[in-house]
């Protein structure tokens, strides 16, 4: 599996078990320039910008450090880009969410307000 199939496929799990837990999912893979969010959903009130890091295994799986400030300020404009083109209400989270696929087992780590962006 390439690197762009096993983000493909991480990205439909994770959209799967946000579905199974409540979410609705809003938007996938949106882009705003060059800029994309992998997935943007709904939790209650919250508008939900999920990052998705899909690894074979948990080396750099460390979901503090998968999304650096860099990427979390882009994460930021694209969510506010979103925000200001949809009309939308409610609060933004940020989340991350990292799976393993090792040896046909699949981890899924989980991390609400993963981060506070910043301009």
């Given at each position: 599996m390439d690197h762009i199939e096993l983000g493909r496929t991480g990205e439909e799990f994770?959209?799967?078990y946000l579905e199974k837990r409540g979410y609705r999912i809003l938007e996938h893979n949106w882009r705003w320039g060059r800029e994309e969010i992998d997935?943007?959903?709904r939790d209650g009130d919250f508008i939900v910008i999920v990052e998705v890091k899909t690894r074979h295994s948990n080396r750099f799986a460390d979901p503090g450090t998968c999304v650096n400030p860099k990427k979390q300020?882009?994460?930021a404009r694209a969510a506010q880009a979103y925000i200001r083109y949809k009309?939308?209400?409610g609060e933004i989270r940020f989340d991350v969410i990292v799976i393993i696929l090792k040896y046909n087992i699949i981890t899924v780590n989980?991390?609400?307000d993963a981060?506070?962006?910043t301009l």
């Amino acid at each position: 599996m390439d690197h762009i199939e096993l983000g493909r496929t991480g990205e439909e799990f994770a959209a799967r078990y946000l579905e199974k837990r409540g979410y609705r999912i809003l938007e996938h893979n949106w882009r705003w320039g060059r800029e994309e969010i992998d997935i943007i959903a709904r939790d209650g009130d919250f508008i939900v910008i999920v990052e998705v890091k899909t690894r074979h295994s948990n080396r750099f799986a460390d979901p503090g450090t998968c999304v650096n400030p860099k990427k979390q300020r882009i994460l930021a404009r694209a969510a506010q880009a979103y925000i200001r083109y949809k009309s939308m209400l409610g609060e933004i989270r940020f989340d991350v969410i990292v799976i393993i696929l090792k040896y046909n087992i699949i981890t899924v780590n989980h991390v609400r307000d993963a981060f506070y962006a910043t301009l």
